[in-house]
């Protein structure tokens, strides 16, 4: 198998390094989500309020749920009759079953849109590196093509690369330095037959 060209291989590499840092990121910010919803959980507050006893003489209860729901082992529960504290229980243990469905399905469309939002920057990412790496090693194409053309009656031609001081800049002028040394070389090599 041929090798795959240098741009090729830049843009895959830019692509990895970018899929790397973006996974970490959103690895960072599911984690912060999840630890969220998982704290939230447990700050719901359950009311439980007597209402008049009905014929039978037994009580009816209405457990309410708002924000704030103390612990199980605090004084107010502890307080309550068995049979409120009872109810109590099965409203909070209710309650946590429904706020936990309802996290994993938020927490999952936060995954779901996490990993849908890293495949499209990645693949804009690529298409970014792909240019690029094309505008960075333009300078070699401009090298090699007037390597190619160099003869021994065109020693004249230079590279005469333009542009910041960079090492493609310094690979055109040391090669553009050896074509003056060659010209010099062939044009005494001419004067002395």
């Known amino acids: 198998l041929p090798r795959p060209s240098i741009r090729l291989r830049l843009t ?10 973006g996974t970490v990121l959103l690895a960072t910010s599911y984690a912060v989500v999840r630890h969220e919803f998982r704290d939230e959980q447990g700050k719901v507050h359950v009311s439980v309020e007597e209402l008049t006893p009905v014929e039978s003489g037994a009580p009816r209860i209405r457990v309410k749920i708002a924000p704030g729901i103390p612990p199980e082992n605090t004084n107010s529960v502890r307080t309550l009759p068995a049979a409120e504290r009872e109810a109590y229980i099965r409203a909070r ?7 936990n469905a309802a996290n994993d399905r938020a927490l999952n469309r936060v995954l779901l849109a996490f990993g849908a939002a890293l495949l499209l ?12 790496a094309g505008r960075a090693l333009r300078p070699i194409s401009r090298i090699t093509s007037t390597a190619r053309s160099i003869s021994d009656r065109t020693l004249d031609a230079r590279i005469a690369l333009d542009g910041p001081r960079n090492e493609l800049r310094e690979l055109a002028d040391t090669f553009d330095s050896m074509l003056a040394r060659l010209e010099a070389a062939f044009e005494s090599q001419r004067r002395f037959v």
């Open 12 to 21: 895959a590499w830019y692509a990895t390094i970018f899929i790397a840092m």
């Open 121 to 132: 920057v990645t693949l804009a990412s690529v298409a970014a590196g792909w240019m690029v």
């Open 93 to 99: 243990n209710a309650y946590a079953a429904q706020v």
